[in-house]
């Protein structure tokens, strides 16, 4: 099975610091993603990637950054922290042959102080 | 672009009652659709997915769903839930040449003795 390993489950921050969000997939999977959960809003896109050294943004790149310099490592950055990125991170990879469809990480539950 | 819409924010029903979670999709073009699970404190885990061919699908848990063309619509059904399916359901959709998925806004299904 594809595992999708989210470095982190519970996080905690304070405003302003810099907060790196690992995610590592294990299946070679060419395509990899970043959403935020929120209740009542449910996935937001945050940004992905196609490849290594490609980036994309979603809907809501503002505030984020990411990184992806290895094909099983997608990694979300907050240049600095604040209270309304508090959430729930996932993590997503998938590739586009037979078995098409996202495998999710656990999530990271983001809370900034 | 397409857009997902789950009617239904949350749905009570009894043990061994029968359920249906509404999801309606807006695409110009045609699309994959998904069911994804979320139990608490997890990620998603995919139900089942709507690619081609049969418009009625099965997944995982006794859970199935129609694909309706002409309703936009993709509504998962289970004839005898248990308290186990309680969780948070969410519907997506994708285009047929990119990976990137939308999801609805998830809808939760509280299953009571």
């Known amino acids: 099975d594809v595992k999708v390993t989210q470095s982190s489950r519970y996080l905690v921050k304070r405003t302003g610091e810099k907060v790196f969000l690992e995610c590592v997939q294990d299946m070679d999977h060419e395509n990899m993603f970043w959403y935020r959960q929120d209740p009542g809003l449910g996935l937001r896109l945050i940004y992905f990637?196609?490849?290594?050294?490609?980036?994309e943004k979603g809907d809501i790149p503002e505030g984020y950054s990411v990184s992806r310099e290895k094909k099983e490592r997608f990694s979300l950055i907050l240049e600095s922290a604040s209270t309304n990125q508090t959430s729930m991170y996932l993590c997503?990879?998938?590739?586009?042959?037979?078995?098409?469809?996202?495998?999710f990480g656990s999530g990271t539950r983001l809370t900034v102080v | 672009a397409q857009s997902v819409t789950q009617l239904d924010s949350q749905v009570p029903v009894f043990e061994e009652a029968p359920v249906e979670l509404r999801c309606n999709y807006s695409?110009?073009?045609?699309?994959?659709l998904f069911w994804y699970v979320q139990y608490p404190n997890q990620g998603l885990q995919l139900l089942l997915k709507?690619?081609?061919?049969?418009?009625l699908v099965k997944g995982i848990n006794g859970f199935e769903a129609e694909f309706n063309k002409s309703q936009t619509s993709f509504h998962l059904r289970k004839p005898s839930v248990h308290i186990s399916d309680t969780a948070e359901y969410f519907c997506?959709?994708?285009?047929?040449?990119?990976?990137?998925?939308?999801f609805g806004s998830g809808t939760k299904l509280n299953v009571k003795p």
């Open positions: 990637s196609y490849d290594v050294k490609m980036k």
């Open positions: 997506a959709v994708s285009g047929p040449n990119f990976n990137k998925f939308y």
């Open positions: 709507y690619l081609s061919g049969s418009t």
């Open positions: 997503a990879s998938s590739s586009a042959g037979p078995n098409y469809g996202y495998t």
């Open positions: 695409s110009s073009v045609s699309v994959y």
